[in-house]
């Protein structure tokens, strides 16, 4: 089983269900849960996990993270619209 560090137990625990996953610039990193508490931890860096899922599932992960970053930045350009608007419709 994989180890990472806790925050709310504060000692190295047990991953409970670790999922290999890649940010949005390729850095791996394994998120999962604690085994005694529940709450979510992240261990950076490539485990045997990651070998298993290949390099092409960092670059689907990649370009899915950039997507959202996309989508995330066209909502925020749309609500300063309607503030603007909003604003405008004011005086």
């Known amino acids: ?43 950076w860096g490539a485990t045997e996990l990651h070998a298993a899922v290949g390099d092409g599932a960092r670059e689907r992960e990649g370009e899915r993270a950039r997507e959202r970053e996309g989508e995330r930045a066209r909502e925020r350009e749309s609500e300063r619209a309607r503030e603007r608007e909003i604003a405008g419709a004011e005086t």
């Open 1 to 43: 089983m994989l180890q990472a560090y806790c925050v709310k137990c504060k000692t190295q625990r047990e991953m409970q269900n670790p999922q290999p996953m890649f940010n949005a610039r390729g850095a791996a990193y394994t998120q999962g849960t604690c085994a005694v508490c529940g709450t979510k931890m992240t261990r």
